[in-house]
C-alpha cells in the first residue's frame, strides 16, 4: 500500500533539534531531548530512514566538523540523522529572540501592545530561514517531503523556492493564529501570509486558528478562492492549490499513563501525600510566559481564600514554573510579579502547619511531574491565549483513577476537545474562576469520576500518533500502514463538532 516507503523520505525541520547540547569543561555532553513530538516523530524517522534538521540550541563556536561528529554518535543513539543549523549570537538574538518571540508570539497570542516591530529583527528572520533552507537542500532530495514546524521558520518554503529547490513541504503551527485585527498590525503581514501559501499543506491547532487564516487571506490584495468543508479545505491562488487543515497536537498518552503506575511514581506519590497533611492539593504547571495567565491564576486563588473561608487550611497550591527566556524584560517582570503575587498571598492566609501557595521555580523530572499530576485533586490551566496546551492532557493522561477535575481556559486550543467535561474558565474572569475552584474542590466523586473518565477516553484516541497519522494522511493523502505498533485510526473523524468550522 505505501509506495512512499524508502523513496520518500520524511525531513523534520524544526527551530531546535530533538537534542540537548551543554558544555561541561572542555567537553559537549548530549543528550536525546523528550516530549510527545519527538516520541511521535521518531518511529517515523527512524522506519523510513527520515532526518531531523534544527538549531542546536547554542551559539558557542564549535566548527562544523566536530559538530558533525558529536551528532553523529547522537543519530546512531536515537536511530536517525539529526543535521545541524549553527547560528551566530546575534542570529539568535535576532531571529529567535526578536522578530520570533519579540513579535510573533506576542502578536498571535492576542497581545499586540507587548510586540516590538523593530525591522532588524524582519531581515535577521528572513536570513535565518534561508540558512534552514540551504541545510534543508543540502539533506534532502527532490521525492523527500519536508514537515516543517511552527513560527520561527515561517518563510522556509519561500526561501526554498528562491534557491530553485523545488520540494514538497508541509507546515504546522503549534501557537494560535490571530484573528484579522491583530494580524494586520504586523508591517510584514502580506509576505508572511504569503510566505504561508507556499506549502502545499498547511495545518493549525484548531477550527478557530483556521477561520482566522482564511479571514486574514481575504483582507490580501490578490484574490484567492476557498472550497470545501470539515478538517481539510482547500484555497487556490491562481494555478496554485493549497491544503489548510486543523489537527489538534496531543500526548504520548500510553507513555504518561504506564509512568503513573511506575513504581518509582508511586513511592514519590505516597511521599507527597505525607508531607502535604492530606491537603486538597490545586496544582498549576506552566513555562514562565505572560500568555499562561499565571498572576491572574494566583489572583483567583486570593480571591477564593477571601470568599470562602472553609477552604482555609484544607488547600494548597502547588504551582510550578519552568524558567523560560529570562533575559527578555517582559519575562523577568513577570517572575517578579508571580512572586510578589506569591508571597503577598502566603502572608495573609498562612497559619502553623498550612502553607497556601507551594512555588517551584525549576524545571521538574518527568517522574516528579507526573506524581504531581497523580496527587493534584484539582489542575487549574488557566492560559489568556494557548496553541493547544500539553499540561492539561498530561494532566488527565496521569489521573488512572478518575480522580481529579480540570478547570480549563477557553482560551487554550485544548478547549475544543475537551469543553464538554472540564470546567470551563474565562482566564480574565478572577471572580468566576475563584468559585470554579470551589466547585472543583467540593465536586461530588461520581461526577468527577465520570467527567475525567470522558476527558481520558477521548485523549486515549487522539493521541499523538494520531496526530501524527492524521497529519500524514491529509499532507500525503497516503496510509502509513507500514507502522506495525500503532492501529491506524481513520482519518480526522473524532474531532469534536464545536471544534468543526
Ligand atoms: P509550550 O508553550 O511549551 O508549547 P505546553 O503545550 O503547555 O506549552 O507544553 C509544555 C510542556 O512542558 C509540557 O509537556 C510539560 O510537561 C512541560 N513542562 C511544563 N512545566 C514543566 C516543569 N515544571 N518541569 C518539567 N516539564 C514541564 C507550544 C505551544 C502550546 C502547544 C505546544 C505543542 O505554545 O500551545 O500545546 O507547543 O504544540
Known amino acids: 500500500m505505501s509506495n512512499l516507503k524508502d523513496k520518500n523520505r520524511f525531513i523534520i525541520v524544526s527551530n531546535r533539534l530533538p537534542i540537548k547540547m551543554e558544555k561541561e569543561a572542555n567537553s559537549w555532553r548530549v543528550s536525546p531531548s523528550a516530549g510527545g513530538l519527538v516520541s511521535a516523530l521518531s518511529p517515523i524517522l527512524k522506519n523510513r530512514g527520515g532526518i531531523w534538521i534544527g538549531w542546536t540550541g547554542t551559539t558557542e563556536r564549535i566548527g562544523l566538523r566536530p559538530c558533525r561528529e558529536i551528532l553523529d554518535n547522537m543519530s546512531k543513539e536515537i536511530g536517525y540523522r539529526i543535521f545541524p543549523v549553527m547560528l551566530t549570537e546575534n542570529e539568535v538574538s535576532l531571529y529567535y529572540y526578536g522578530l520570533s518571540n519579540e513579535i510573533i508570539w506576542p502578536l498571535f497570542h492576542d497581545l499586540p501592545g507587548l510586540a516590538n516591530f523593530d525591522p532588524t529583527y524582519w531581515r535577521a528572520y528572513r536570513k535565518v530561514n534561508e540558512k534552514f533552507a540551504r541545510a534543508v537542500a543540502r539533506h534532502s532530495r527532490n521525492e523527500d517531503l519536508v514537515w516543517v514546524h511552527d513560527y520561527q521558520l515561517i518563510p522556509l518554503a519561500q526561501k526554498l523556492k528562491e534557491l530553485g529547490i523545488e520540494r514538497r513541504c508541509f507546515f504546522f503551527l503549534h501557537i494560535p493564529f490571530p484573528s484579522p485585527d491583530i494580524f494586520m498590525k504586523m508591517p510584514w503581514r502580506y509576505e508572511l501570509l504569503s510566505d504561508l501559501l507556499e506549502y502545499e499543506f498547511i495545518a493549525f491547532q484548531t477550527a478557530q486558528d483556521r477561520r482566522n487564516f482564511i479571514s486574514c487571506l481575504n483582507n490580501m490584495p490578490q484574490k484567492l478562492k476557498t472550497s470545501g468543508r470539515g478538517p481539510v479545505i482547500e484555497v487556490t491562488e491562481g494555478e496554485k492549490k493549497i491544503k489548510v487543515a486543523y489537527l489538534p497536537i496531543s500526548i504520548d498518552f500510553k507513555s504518561f499513563t504506564r509512568m503513573a503506575t511506575s513504581e518509582k511514581v508511586c513511592a514519590m506519590l505516597k511521599d507527597y501525600k505525607k508531607k502535604l497533611h492530606r491537603k486538597t492539593v490545586i496544582l498549576g504547571v506552566d513555562r514562565l510566559d505572560y500568555t499562561k495567565g499565571i498572576p491572574l491564576r494566583l489572583k483567583a486563588f486570593q480571591m477564593a481564600l477571601e470568599k470562602y473561608p472553609q477552604l482555609h487550611e484544607n488547600v494548597t497550591l502547588v504551582q510550578i514554573v519552568v524558567p523560560s527566556r529570562e533575559e527578555v524584560l517582559a519575562y523577568s517582570e513577570l517572575k517578579n510579579n508571580i512572586e510578589t503575587l506569591v508571597s503577598s498571598i502566603n502572608g495573609t492566609f498562612t497559619t502553623p502547619g498550612w502553607v497556601p501557595v507551594h512555588y517551584m521555580y525549576h ?115 497516503k496510509a502509513l500502514v507500514d507502522f506495525p505498533e500503532k492501529e491506524l485510526p481513520p482519518i480526522l473523524y473524532a474531532i469534536s463538532p464545536r471544534g468543526r468550522s
Not at 511531574?369 to 496527587?375: D, F, G, H, S, T
Not at 480574565?428 to 470554579?436: G, I, K, N, S
Not at 461526577?447 to 475525567?452: G, Y
Not at 497519522?469 to 500525503?476: E, G, K, P, V, Y
Open 363 to 477: 524545571p521538574v523530572p518527568r517522574e516528579e511531574l507526573v506524581a504531581l499530576y497523580r496527587l493534584a485533586d484539582v489542575a487549574l490551566v488557566t492560559p489568556l491565549r494557548d496553541g493547544m496546551n500539553l499540561v492539561a492532557k498530561e494532566y488527565c493522561a496521569c489521573k488512572i483513577d478518575n480522580d481529579g477535575v480540570l478547570i480549563l481556559s477557553e482560551f487554550a486550543g485544548a478547549a475544543a476537545q475537551m469543553y464538554h467535561h472540564a470546567l470551563i474558565v474565562n482566564p480574565y474572569d478572577t471572580e468566576r474562576m475563584a468559585d470554579l475552584i470551589l466547585k472543583a474542590v467540593e465536586m461530588p466523586t461520581k461526577e468527577k469520576k465520570s467527567r475525567m473518565r470522558n476527558l481520558r477516553k477521548k485523549l486515549k484516541e487522539q493521541d499523538v500518533f494520531w496526530w501524527v497519522d492524521n497529519f500524514l494522511r491529509a499532507a500525503t493523502g
